[in-house]
């Protein structure tokens, strides 16, 4: 038996899947979940989530943050954002990540540093994604 995996973000369902090992980016750290697992309601930072299919292949996403829940053999995953690692455009994402170490580098009053920091971490967990798909 698998477990079912569904990845939603508040416009549409991005993914409805079984898999055989889920593991996701939380708050408290990266998370593996198998078949059986306990009950779990978890914070998503910006991360990779990576799943094992049945048939023993990946699927890859980025999620930016969220919420994930675990229960009776189902993950649930809220993301704001998410997309599969292998439709995520490398040349952007590199882009949004160069742009937000400008705005940081800059030094000036005049940014919303929060903000800047957060875009970095975004593209980081972007590129990472894509960098796991490719490597695995």
Do not use: W
């Amino acid at each position: 038996m698998a477990i079912q995996v569904t990845l939603n973000i508040p416009t549409h369902n991005v993914a409805d899947f079984s898999a055989i090992y889920v593991q996701i980016p939380s708050a408290e750290g990266s998370m593996g979940i198998l078949k059986n697992h306990a009950p779990l309601r978890c914070e998503l930072i910006p991360g990779t989530v990576i799943c094992r299919l049945p048939d023993q292949s990946l699927k890859v996403f980025f999620v930016s943050s969220g919420l994930a829940m675990v229960q009776s053999n189902t993950v649930t995953i809220l993301a704001d954002t998410a997309e599969l690692a292998d439709e995520i455009d490398l040349t952007r994402a590199e882009a949004a990540r160069n742009r937000a170490l400008g705005r940081l580098c800059e030094g000036t009053m005049h940014i919303d540093r929060a903000r800047a920091e957060a875009a970095l971490h975004r593209s980081l967990a972007r590129l990472e994604a894509v960098r796991y798909l490719k490597t695995h």
